[in-house]
């Protein structure tokens, strides 16, 4: 009987690698009834329903071999295959607790790095299930209004609660972030605070008061070169904006009474960098400094002298 039962089973194998799961169905019950002590035909059984998509007629048929594992007493490694199976389905099932359920049991039955690196996954997938179920729109609105209602009294380590509850309700309203970054910059934690103006603008890049509130955190920190091309990006949005008007005008002023924050400010900028790449305008460059009066001649070239008016406004050269 067991030898035939092992024939069965060998039988079963071929068709699964196949994919003809039906006759591998077939082989495998016919091993079970030949032998029904013996988990691996049932444990088979259950790979071709999690191939066939059936993940409770799976999960099942793993049970069984788990209870007729136990009472024969087989091999550990084998009882943890089962159980990492039975999570397995879950996860497909996207019941993300009852799978981490299972793979812990397979865990505590046989520890292999693939259980370890599975449990790991679905943490992280449950986590993300978890905030998911949290966000509330509406709850949000009253956590800032709450939020608000601190901020106005000077409360700001209260709104900082609030609007922090109001951010995990709705992560993706831009609002919230910059209110925060408010209470942040009254409590002198800039750090903080141009974390959330980054997110708020990253979130809607249109968003003015994200730029500006960006704008003033920078100029508390000192940083008047970035803080202009927080004040750049909100004109973009809005250029008649006073209040980004009054920002950039500050810290130009800031920037070009300190030559170095000019310079650093100007090599961070793209469109300098580039210029300064180009091997033609490099060769312009030595040329006006060998010889002043090269640079006469080179804005004759409208294209050039876009070029060179850039690298003067950032004040990369400067003209006598």
């Given at each position: ?81 089962a159980f990492t199976r039975i999570g397995n389905s879950y996860r497909r099932l996207n019941d993300f607790k009852t799978a981490k359920t299972y793979y812990d049991k397979s865990l505590s039955e046989h520890r292999t790095p693939e259980t370890r690196q599975l449990i790991s996954e679905l ?198």
């Amino acid at each position: 009987m067991a030898e035939e039962a092992v024939r069965e089973k060998e039988l079963g194998n071929a068709e699964y690698k196949k994919k003809n799961f039906e006759a591998a169905k077939a082989h495998y019950n016919k091993a079970i009834s030949l032998d029904g002590t013996n988990i691996t035909y049932r444990t088979n059984l259950a790979a071709v329903y999690f191939e066939e998509r059936k993940y409770q007629e799976c999960i099942e048929e793993c049970l069984k071999a788990i209870d007729i594992g136990r009472e024969q007493r087989a091999d550990y490694k084998v009882i943890a295959k089962a159980f990492t199976r039975i999570g397995n389905s879950y996860r497909r099932l996207n019941d993300f607790k009852t799978a981490k359920t299972y793979y812990d049991k397979s865990l505590s039955e046989h520890r292999t790095p693939e259980t370890r690196q599975l449990i790991s996954e679905l943490e992280a997938l449950i986590k993300e299930e978890e905030r998911r179920a949290y966000v509330d729109p509406a709850k949000a609105e009253e956590e800032k209004d709450k939020g608000n209602d601190a901020f106005k009294k000077g409360d700001y380590a209260t709104a900082v609660k609030f609007y922090t509850e109001a951010i995990k309700r709705n992560p993706e309203d831009p609002k919230l972030y910059s209110n925060r970054a408010a209470c942040y910059t009254k409590l002198a934690a800039f750090d903080l605070g141009l974390r959330d103006c980054d997110k708020c603008v990253e979130l809607d890049p249109k968003f003015i008061k994200g730029w500006i509130r960006k704008g003033k955190i920078l100029q508390g920190m000192q940083d008047a070169g970035k803080a202009m091309t927080a004040y750049e990006k909100a004109l973009e949005v809005d250029p008649n904006n006073a209040e980004a008007s009054e920002g950039f005008r500050q810290t130009m002023m800031a920037v070009h009474s300190n030559p170095e924050e000019a310079r650093k400010r100007a090599m961070a900028d793209p469109e300098v960098q580039q210029i300064l790449r180009d091997p033609a305008m490099r060769l312009i460059l030595e040329q006006m400094q060998n010889d002043p009066k090269a640079l006469q001649e080179h804005l004759k070239d409208p294209e050039v002298a876009v070029k060179i008016q850039k690298l003067i406004e950032s004040g990369i050269i400067g003209i006598r």
